[in-house]
DNA sequence: ACAGACTATCTATCAAGATAGTTATTGGCA
DNA sequence: TGCCAATAACTATCTTGATAGATAGTCTGT
């Protein structure tokens, strides 16, 4: 359900048609949230039934066509509930810790390998979220702008600081990751050596 | 596909009944795995057809009977090429941080209300895997001796020390995730007391 | 003898996510 | 003028996961 909320987020700052927030999804709100055109479009035209949404087809080109999508006055305060309501947390369900667990089981090269790709991968998640914070300090982030645009400005601080903070945390988590494999070399390493 | 590696896991140590496999996910693998009974029964009996599996008839009772299900070598051999494989590390998919980039949307209530949940649903998870850790060090974690009772001297160091890393690293991101909300909270209350 | 908790398994349905296509138009550039 | 990348949207299938129940036998204690 939450792909309906980050859809919502997205459309709160400024109207979008389907090709835009895909776009959007390997992008700004993609970090924490991905889903690929396939499900967008679909869902898109299931919260325009359900009233979130309005849709307006507008001209592209000589022939061609779009649908933009709005939000309404219905989806804004779904949004807003569904921000105010608490979130149900699901179980873990976390297999690189779940191979972890099982290290002994691997070739101590590949799981040295294993451990390189989870820095590798969390290093890049890293620098993009370390990026976005950057932006978002030298209000460069075109998202932020708009959205700052269309609010009061003494929310502006506001706005800008809770964005930083959520990609803090971003950043906290994939440091974490990186500091764990870390430590899984030095493992693996040290049972290695004396075989 | 994880689940399937999962059981695997467990089965790896000693014969099981689907019962016994969904008690197991409620405690030990659940930590990093959980998965419904109504995911697990049908799942082991498609790796009894893929020849990973070898279910046993066994009686319970005078009229009950129930399936043990033992690790045949090609599983064993399915679940070490899945440890020698490199993870596929699937996009972003987090609700906690989605909504926080989208915090001024929520009453300073609602908000510090979410990052207290935050809190207490880490803090939860911390104290269980910090047991864990302990039962552990300790040698009183009774699958881990069973597995360790069937395994080499020389390897138990090296199987027993895999074991804390992985629950030390759940330890550190359950950690980070406080440590994140906690700043969270603070951030809320900057703004909610200069209105 | 019966209640109640636990063991054991299975089914059905639904939502969510992954993957791999197909179709068609636009707009820039060589 | 023709090619190609980008824009725009849709469809189909498959797997996974979530939720809620149905069924039946066992074991312990009163």
Redesign the interface.
């Known amino acids: 359900m ?1 792909l309906r ?2 859809l919502l ?1 997205l459309l ?1 700052v400024e109207p979008m048609t389907g090709y835009e927030l895909s776009k959007q999804f390997g992008s700004s ?6 889903a690929p055109d396939s499900q967008i479009y679909p869902e898109l035209r299931r919260m325009e039934k359900d009233g979130l949404l309005a849709g307006e087809e507008i001209p592209w080109g000589p022939r061609g066509r779009k649908t933009q999508y709005r939000i309404t006055d219905a989806g804004t305060a779904a ?2 509930e ?6 149900e ?1 699901s ?17 101590p090269a ?1 799981a040295r ?2 451990m390189l ?2 820095i590798a ?1 969390y290093t890049t ?1 890293r620098g993009q979220w370390e990026e976005k914070i950057h932006e978002l300090q030298t209000g460069t982030n075109a998202m932020l702008n708009k959205r700052l645009a269309a609010m009061p400005k003494r ?1 502006h ?3 800008t ?3 930083i ?2 990609y ?3 950043v ?2 994939a ?3 990186i ?2 494999a870390r ?2 070399i030095k ?1 693996i390493d040290s ?1 290695d050596d004396d075989t």
Chains 1, 2 share one sequence.
């Open positions: 939450s909320y980050a987020a709160s709100v993609g970090y924490v949230w991905h949004f807003r569904w921000m105010n309501s608490p979130l947390y179980r873990e369900r976390d297999p690189a810790h779940l191979k972890a667990a099982y290290l002994e089981w691997a070739d590949a390998g294993q790709a989870h991968y998640c929310d601080r506001r706005i600081a809770y964005k903070f959520t803090e945390g971003l906290a988590k440091q974490v990751e500091d764990w430590n899984g493992l049972f």
